[in-house]
């Protein structure tokens, strides 16, 4: 197959789509700005995939493609691995979207973090296939040199690209169904589990260095492609099951970050510019956010890659023995009378207000506490929720103002200084066990200091629950805290109405 000429106008529309792209990601740096992050976002993309259609894209499938993988023609010719038409690839790429249009609208906030590990997953498989696919027929990607054999460079790439991609999609699925609730969201401890991931990614190196340097051909070959596949599907798996719920945010943003890495791989098999900017870019990004919030959170960045970081054999887990302490319910007029009454009041959401949907109730009583000279600001955590940002979108969402949410770093010395200490849905970010409990799986992980309050108020369902990471709170049971047990809309709910009475 023909190279095809290089375009100077394909370079330069691939360049303005890198440029939305870096525009989108500053946008998205800020709740501020994120709006006009994802236009530039949007119109980038638009910019490549209608460049790479005009490009690359044929309009009638008049040509088949040659250099098949030696040995395995009957596979090619069996799934039929011709050169698609443009129609065709609108016809997919109309299917598509209105799976996501669907998927968009029925989607709930609180779900949100599993359909990310879900796209990831998607990334991952897509980089898998179509190093397969270049792997099975080289000429129709024009890896080929003059000796029929797939170029040096290009090996390198579509073996990178096989093994990152693999990970990437088995480990988006388990951390799936650890954020769907279909898999525990304690840590699953195998025994060696250090020396057994070293030991897969080690074969998964030895085996690419020995088809990058295989030049002959041959079943064998293929052979080497398989087991760097398999191996990749299966040290996803390990590297996410022993990961603790309380760290699953750096998951998502680790895997986020290996699907660019797949992808980019993949832009170079295609030698599509566009793809290997935008794995890139998210490759990166993904990385710097992993290492944000590693520092945050007190982890090692290189135990991110390795496996089972923040994981502890001696934890207190799930479902751990439970001892029965006295606390203290309030009421919706409790918490109404004396936020009223106070002078700072400091608001600390997470997931159960996520479930609950209880941010536009909030915001609510935030505007009826101001209009009582209140000072209220809320704190976000960096892995409150579920994913990076969780909660400040469904505050954006709510139209809570930007200037009023503090992240960690910012706000945990005012809490000295705060008459109510307002949690609504949080556990793990604000248990003390994470400075004092070397046993705990939270152990290191910043929490806000909401015991230094002077009243906490504590919404949650029950007392019998103990947040993602399976740990018990001393705060339920300190002096100054009231727990108001209830679904956490309908209490916030019922003190907006004792605030207005």
Not at 32 to 60: C, D, E, K, Q
Not at 233 to 257: E, K, Q, R, Y
């Amino acid at each position: 197959m023909e190279a095809h000429a290089v375009n100077p106008w394909v370079a330069v529309a691939y360049l303005i789509a890198g440029i939305c792209f870096i525009l989108a990601l500053r946008g998205l740096s800020s709740p501020a700005t994120s709006r006009a992050g994802n236009r530039y976002g949007m119109l980038g993309m638009t910019i490549a995939v209608v460049t790479t259609l005009l490009t690359h894209a044929p309009l009638a499938s008049d040509y088949v493609s040659v250099g098949y993988a030696h040995g395995y023609e009957w596979l090619v010719e069996f799934v039929h691995l011709d050169v698609v038409t443009a129609i065709e690839i609108l016809a997919a790429i109309a299917v598509g979207a209105v799976i996501g249009l669907t998927t968009a609208r029925r989607i709930a906030m609180t779900a949100m973090p599993q359909l990310v590990a879900a796209f990831h997953s998607l990334v991952g498989l897509a980089a898998v296939l179509v190093g397969l696919a270049a792997w099975l027929n080289p000429g129709a990607f024009g890896i080929l040199d003059d000796a029929g054999q797939i170029f040096l460079p290009s090996r390198i790439e579509m073996s990178l690209g096989i093994a990152i991609g693999a990970i990437t999609f088995s480990g988006s699925v388990i951390a799936f169904l650890k954020l769907n609730g279909n898999m525990s969201g304690a840590p699953i401890l195998l025994p060696a589990r250090h020396v057994i991931n070293f030991g897969v990614l080690g074969a998964i190196i030895l085996l690419i260095a020995a088809y990058v340097l295989s030049g002959a051909g041959g079943p064998g070959e293929g052979m080497l492609i398989v087991w760097i596949t398999l191996l990749a599907f299966a040290v996803g798996f390990l590297l996410i099951i022993p990961i603790g719920g309380a760290d699953m945010p750096v998951v998502v943003s680790m895997l986020n970050s290996y699907s660019g890495w797949a992808a980019a791989a993949m832009g170079f098999t295609l030698h599509n510019t566009a793809m290997i900017i935008t794995g890139a870019l998210v490759g990166s990004s993904g990385a710097i956010l992993s290492y944000i919030m590693c520092k945050a959170m007190n982890r090692s960045f290189i135990s991110v890659i390795a496996g089972g970081f923040g994981a502890d054999a001696g934890g207190a887990g799930e479902g751990g023995a439970r001892e029965q302490r006295p606390w203290k319910r309030g009421s919706a007029e409790d918490a109404a009378f004396l936020m009223k009454e106070a002078e700072n009041v400091i608001i600390i959401p997470g997931y159960g207000m996520a479930v609950a949907q209880a941010q536009h109730a909030l915001r609510e009583m935030t505007d009826l506490l101001k209009e009582h000279g209140v000072n209220v600001k809320f704190a976000i955590h960096p892995v409150a929720g579920r994913m990076p940002g969780h909660m400040n979108v469904l505050l954006a969402e709510a139209s809570v103002p930007y200037d009023e949410v503090f992240e960690l770093e910012d706000i945990n010395s005012e809490f000295a200084q705060a008459d109510v200490a307002f949690i609504i849905g949080a556990n793990d970010v604000v248990n003390p066990a994470a400075k004092t409990d070397k046993s705990s799986p939270i152990y290191g992980m910043p929490v806000f200091d909401v015991d230094k309050a002077k009243t906490i108020f504590f919404i949650k369902r029950s007392m019998g629950g103990q947040g993602y990471a399976g740990v018990d709170n001393d705060v339920f049971y300190m002096d100054q805290t009231m727990m108001l047990l209830a679904d956490a809309k309908k209490m916030v709910e019922e003190i907006n109405k004792s605030l207005t009475d």
